[in-house]
């Protein structure tokens, strides 16, 4: 069928996530002002733009960490605005925090179990923590396999059992990564998952979301490095003061020069 044959519903199936006209404020402060863009499925899409831009509070309004003041987020062709996190999670959007939120005084075996539902955790639980001998059942064998399986594949198995709190910033990071993996997710949106991230870390976490991408998972992330971004993602979106800028190929977005102007004339 050609280009102009592609019906509008077809085109929307083909976006794992839309929003359209986004809006939060705070107070007097307006960190979202009518944001809408649409992210293809299977694919890794930047969000970039100067400190301050939105980025952030864009993910919060998807993940239902916010509600919007005004505008809709379409999921999978679904509109799930205003769900809670944890409904969206079921739904197979994830995100990771700028600041990674591992729970200190919990060991990284521990903090990977909090990634199923409080039913299946608990009892999981229970075949980890010593001294609480339980027989395991299948389901929970076969879950336990799947822990060990993906802390296997960002290699940080070697630390199961350490305290979460004495992690490098980059091994949080691959922590947190693995654990929104748990949620068997669709989408991925990752806030600044290098920051903190030493070289061979990054390559590594970088080597990962290719491979889970050629497997069908899509990518939404912010990333302030611009190399990360421009090496990595098909579509790049910039944000400015909570508006979307620009739209295009890192190629595009390199030569456009109301991005170039949103960074100099920034912080940056
Ligand atoms: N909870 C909040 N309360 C008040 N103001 C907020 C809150 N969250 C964000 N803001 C403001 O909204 C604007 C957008 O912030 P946001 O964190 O979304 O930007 P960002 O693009 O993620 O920036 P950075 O690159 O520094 O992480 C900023 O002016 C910020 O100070
Ligand atoms: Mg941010």
């Known amino acids: 069928m050609s280009e102009a044959g592609v019906s509008e519903q077809e085109r929307a199936e083909a976006d794992m996530l839309r929003v359209s006209n986004l809006e939060k404020r705070f107070g007097g402060i307006v960190a979202v002002d009518g944001a809408s863009f649409e992210i293809e499925r299977g694919t890794i899409t ?7 831009a939105g980025k952030s509070t864009v993910f919060n309004l998807i993940t239902g960490v916010y509600n919007p003041d005004a505008g809709r987020v379409i999921f999978e062709g679904e509109d799930v605005t205003g769900l809670r996190p944890y409904q969206l999670v079921d739904r197979g959007l ?19 179990l909090l990634a199923f539902d409080d039913q299946l955790g608990e009892s999981l639980w229970r075949t980890v923590v010593p001294g609480v001998r339980r027989s395991i059942v299948e389901q929970e064998r076969a ?3 799947r822990v060990w399986e993906t802390l296997e594949l960002f290699e940080i198995d070697h630390l199961a059992h350490e305290d979460a709190a004495n992690l490098s910033g980059g091994q949080r990071k691959l922590l947190e990564l693995s654990r ?18 030493n ?11 290719h491979e889970l991408r050629s497997q069908g998972y899509t990518f939404l992330l912010v990333e302030h490095d611009m190399d990360v971004i421009m090496n990595n993602c098909e579509t790049v979106i910039v944000m400015h003061q909570g508006r979307v800028l620009s739209r295009g190929s890192p190629e595009e977005i390199q030569a456009d020069e ?6 100099l004339g920034g912080e940056i």
């Open 143 to 145: 879950l336990l396999e």
């Open 180 to 197: 929104a993996l748990l949620t068997d997710p669709e989408m991925l949106l990752l806030d600044e998952p290098m920051a903190g991230v």
């Open 199 to 209: 070289p061979t870390l990054e390559k590594k976490l970088l080597e990962r979301i």
């Open 46 to 52: 930047g969000l970039i733009g100067p400190n301050g």
């Open 258 to 263: 109301r991005v170039i102007e949103a960074y």
């Open 94 to 112: 994830v995100r990771t925090f700028q600041i990674s939120r591992e729970l200190s005084g919990m060991t990284v075996l521990e903090n990977m």
